[in-house]
């Protein structure tokens, strides 16, 4: 996963808890700043901070409008969005994570 693509992505407090949408250029340094209470207002105030669902755009323009159609969205279509993807509201935070890490170094991956 590169570390600068535009995605829309929603934070959970625990399953069917409390729901959080944003959008970032980096998602896993997003996401790491929400994990750490970095980021001051709901996702904190809430504790937030479970990665449920998050799909990647080509640009920004692009991520802004689809957070900004799923914000509009009944709470019965954002879980079902959520569920469709990811039925058991794992946490995919350590799945992007892993993704990106190298397992001998624990260093990100060359970009090569």
């Known amino acids: 996963m590169p570390s600068k693509q535009p995605a829309v992505y929603i934070l959970a407090s625990e399953r069917n808890g409390t729901l959080y949408i944003g959008v970032t250029s980096n998602l896993l340094q997003r996401i790491w700043q929400h994990r750490n209470d970095l980021v ?7 504790n937030v901070h479970n990665l449920v669902y998050f799909e990647m755009h080509e640009n920004m323009e692009s991520a802004i409008a689809r957070e900004n159609q799923i914000k509009k ?7 079902e969005l959520i569920e469709k993807h990811n039925p058991y509201w794992r946490d995919l935070y350590p799945e992007i994570l892993d993704s990106t890490t190298d397992k001998d170094t624990g260093f990100p991956r060359s970009r090569e």
């Open 40 to 46: 001051e207002g709901f996702s904190e105030r809430y």
């Open 73 to 79: 969205w009944n709470r019965r279509w954002k879980l």
